[in-house]
């Protein structure tokens, strides 16, 4: 900077704003018009890491404090080593949370990007994920509490599907248990905010196991392929956290998917519910239902598990 020199950045700021200097001869840049830093970009001082509790693909997820508030936080950190690439991909899931707000979606607080490691700060979902707390609880988790599971999650995915985005990975190791078992969808690093999203690269990566045959055969998503997704996460609540096409490789389940093949249902899963999850698992996505039909048909469900049991 050139002219006079200040005390702190704040009057230096001020001056250069109000006397309409350029901020360097040669640069003839002035303080025009002031951009506020956005609501959820932290800086890294501003979060305190606690205890590591989980581990996700890009790096460690610590349960953490905010100085600010002392409020508890959920913070995904990005491995410093992984390339730049990567760490793109790693806040593509910070882009997507930043705009939605639902219950049943896990909340964005904010995003630190000034140093290393990058992190993405979540509202902490005490629980953990689904598929833990499935397996912990098997004993005592009710049929009606498992319902109610399938309805939160059909909530959050009504949400999502409301808002154009394709999940692409919604299974129970993907979502979180909260506070009186709310279920909470997480883990967008996969998700699309478009009507159909045609993959044309590597399918490495693919949950086979929970992907709709046309996203497997063609590469082509949509929110009807979450539908699909929909129907094994069913599964896997109702059995209590059991692994699907157990026994199966993926490219058997999937040669047995394309002859009409479908798993049976849990013990205990009522009826309607598994006529839902069949519904879900029809091959041709159109005669699928979307997810603001499967939330009635859950929701009046749970409306009548409820009433039968007063
Ligand atoms: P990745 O998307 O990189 O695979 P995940 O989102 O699956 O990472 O997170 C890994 C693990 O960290 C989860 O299985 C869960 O146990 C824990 N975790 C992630 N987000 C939260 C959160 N908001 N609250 C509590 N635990 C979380």
Same mark, same amino acid.
């Given at each position: 900077f050139e002219g006079p020199a200040f005390p702190s950045i704040r009057e230096l700021i001020l001056y250069q704003f109000n006397s309409g200097l350029a901020v360097t001869g040669r640069s003839g840049a002035i303080l025009h018009k002031p951009i506020p830093r956005e @609501?959820?970009? $932290? +800086? +890294? !001082?501003d979060v305190i890491l606690l205890d590591k509790i989980g581990r996700g693909n890009f790096g460690d997820v610590y349960k953490a404090q905010l100085k600010s508030t002392g409020q508890d936080v959920a913070v995904k950190t990005c491995r410093v080593t992984l390339p730049e690439e990567h760490k793109k991909k790693f806040l593509q899931e910070g882009r997507i949370l930043k705009q939605y707000d639902h219950p049943n979606i896990v909340k964005l607080i904010g995003i630190c990007v000034q140093k290393q490691p990058i992190m993405i700060v979540m509202e902490l979902?005490?629980? =953990?994920s689904l598929l833990t707390f499935l397996r912990k609880n098997a004993a005592i988790l009710t049929e009606g509490q498992l319902m109610n599971m399938c309805q939160d999650a059909a909530a959050g995915m009504r949400y999502l599907e409301s808002k154009n985005c394709?999940? @692409? !990975? $919604?299974a129970a190791r993907n979502c979180l248990v909260g506070y009186a078992n709310i279920v909470k969808i997480s883990d967008y690093g996969m998700s699309r905010e478009e009507e159909e999203y045609i993959v /044309? !690269? =590597?399918?490495?990566?693919?949950?086979i196991k929970w992907t709709a045959p046309e996203a497997l055969n063609f590469g082509k998503y949509t929110s009807l392929c979450d539908v699909w997704s929909y129907g094994i996460l069913c599964w896997e609540i109702f059995s209590r956290g059991g692994t699907p096409? /157990? =026994? $199966?490789s993926n490219s058997k389940a999937r040669e047995k998917i394309d002859t009409g093949y479908r798993m049976p249902a849990p013990e205990n899963t009522p009826d309607e519910m598994y006529r839902l999850v069949l519904r879900c698992w029809e091959y041709q996505p159109e005669n699928r239902p979307n997810f603001e039909q499967i939330f009635t048909v859950v929701d009046t469900l749970c409306q009548a598990y409820k009433v039968s049991f007063l």
């Open positions: @609501r959820w970009e $932290l +800086n +890294n !001082d979902v005490p629980g =953990g394709i999940h @692409r !990975d $919604l /044309s !690269d =590597g399918m490495k990566q693919i949950p096409y /157990s =026994g $199966l």
